[in-house]
């Protein structure tokens, strides 16, 4: 049996004070459940969503914040001081790793957003459009070179005397 006194003794065990202390901490406790609930549901589901982790960490947050205030409701009628002390202490280390992990939050707002990804992605694909239309119009310009300069050495050759190439005129004889 503990020696320690329920808290509900350092509050004289007035019942408005008992139960003003009991419903608001169940509310918050719902609050922080709700919360935890919500994120976990909302990362599970989208698997897309950049930094998950960030998701996970703020609802283990908030689910660990809804033990610690279920365990104070317990603590009003039974001295669970230990639990409720390692309860906090988890809580205490949750806070500093997401605290610690917010430091780094000027690092993160440096990274493209998914939808700056998606402009560059698409302003990538418009280049490449454009560099294969200009790619084809040189090659279609190259073959109409190269058949002008077909044409044009045609043109300079004229056949001579000795030429095997025979005479379009022809002779007639009278």
Known sequence: MSTLTPYGACLLWKPELIWLNAVSDAMLAGAFFTTAFVLSFFV????????????????????????????????????????????????????????????????ILVLPSRMRLQR?????????????????????????EANEAQVRQAQKWKPSANSPVVSRTTSTTF
């Open 44 to 107: 599970w589901r989208r698997r897309d969503i950049m930094f998950r982790s960030v998701f996970w960490a703020f609802a283990l947050f908030a689910g660990v914040c809804g033990v610690t205030r279920l365990l104070s409701i317990l603590t009003l009628w039974v001295p669970a001081y230990h639990i409720e002390g390692l309860t906090k202490c988890l809580l205490a280390l949750i806070s500093v790793g997401i605290t610690a992990a917010l430091l780094l939050l000027p690092r």
């Open 120 to 144: 560059a992605y698409a302003a990538l694909e418009e280049d490449i459009r454009q560099r294969r239309t200009a790619e084809a119009m040189v090659k279609r310009f190259q073959e109409i």
